[in-house]
C-alpha cells in the first residue's frame, strides 16, 4: 500500500515550490515503489520543443509540470490545514488503511 496515491492533496516541503500545496496527477513507480509524483500547477518547467511540419506543430517554448520526489512532499490534512506524515494500519477486519501520525484515518 502506497503511502501517496493519485488524487491526494499534498504539500511540497523544499524546493522553488515549497510551502504550496496541490492535487496529485500521477504517480511514478520505479521497480514497484513510488519514486516521484506529478503534482497539478507545480514544479512548472519550460521546455523547449522542436517544429513539426508533417503534425502542424509549430514547437517552441512549452510549459509543462515536472516530477517531485515522494521525499518532498507530505500528505497535506484538510481539517488540521498542515502537511502529516502517514502511516499504514492494519484494522480488525485484516484490511490495511492509511492513518494520520497524528490521529484520525485518511479521506
Known sequence: MNKIRKGDMVKVT??????????????????????????????????????NPAANDPGGQVKIEAPIHVSNVMLYSEERKKGERVRIKTGEDGKRYREYAGGGKVA
Not at 30 to 47: E, S
Open 14 to 51: 523544499t524546493g522553488t515550490s515549497k510551502g504550496e500545496t496541490g492535487q496529485v496527477e500521477k504517480v511514478v513507480f520505479d521497480n514497484g515503489r513510488v519514486t516521484h509524483v506529478v503534482v497539478t500547477g507545480l514544479n512548472i518547467k519550460t521546455k523547449n520543443k522542436r517544429p
